[in-house]
């Protein structure tokens, strides 16, 4: 049983929000979810982490709500250059093999 | 820059033989993680290091060796390569590897012929 849910795919224009969401049914009280983005050929990159509620940086919010058992990425106003692939992670990542699986991610595409 | 550096940023062998792929973490990093991304694919966790010691296994063949060294950089053996070990390869770090962010190093390309 997959630990992670994303879509496949998602597509957007430029100056559009988007929403990434993670289904994770299962997610125990110690876990943490954290949101990684990446770029062909580049390692991924940490986004924002949280474990509750909302989350926000400069980059992207974070929306988990009280069952926890999913949680959305939200990227404001998108330009061409956030197209990349998203991946969602839950886990303490305290060294379980686990929590270490990135899944397949969401391919974000976004046009002009 | 992740702080994270691997070596050799490409590499091109034939099929049978091995190499060494090398990370050096974030300084003060304790764990380093290594992933194996193919063509196309997402990313597959193959081994944790703490601290020297091995934390959690993932899909990593038997083929395939790692080590965590005193001074905390690791070093990632693949043997009897075969044509479908072409992938890159990254290695992570994070300071102690319990809900903290990781840092990718830019990865290897391997490529065996």
Request: glycine residues 8%; proline residues 4%; aromatic residues 10%.
């Amino acid at each position: 049983l997959a630990k992670t849910t994303q879509p496949i795919s998602m597509d957007s224009y430029e100056g559009q929000e988007v929403n990434i969401t993670c289904s994770h049914n299962n997610i125990a009280t110690n876990d943490y979810i954290t949101w990684y983005q990446q770029f062909p050929s580049q390692g991924p990159r940490f986004i924002i982490q949280g474990y509750k509620t909302k989350v926000t940086n400069e980059v992207a919010s974070l929306f988990i709500p009280a069952d926890r058992k999913s949680s959305t990425l939200s990227l404001p106003r998108v330009s061409l250059s956030d197209t990349a692939v998203y991946y969602c992670l839950v886990g303490d990542m305290a060294g379980r093999a686990d929590d270490m699986r990135f899944g397949a991610g969401t391919r974000l595409t976004v046009k002009p | 820059d992740s702080g994270v550096t691997q070596t050799p940023k490409h590499l091109i062998t034939a099929t049978g033989q091995r190499v060494t792929l090398r990370c050096s973490p974030r300084s003060g990093d304790l764990s380093v993680y290594w992933y194996q991304q193919s063509l196309d694919q997402g990313l597959q966790f193959l081994i944790h290091y703490y601290n020297g010691e091995e934390r959690a296994k993932g899909n990593i063949l038997e083929r395939f060796s790692a080590q965590q060294f005193p001074d905390l950089h690791s070093e990632l053996n693949l043997s009897s390569l075969e044509l479908g070990d072409s992938a890159l390869y990254f290695c992570a770090s994070s300071v102690a590897g319990d809900s903290g962010e990781l840092f990718f190093g830019e990865g290897s390309r391997l490529t065996v012929l």
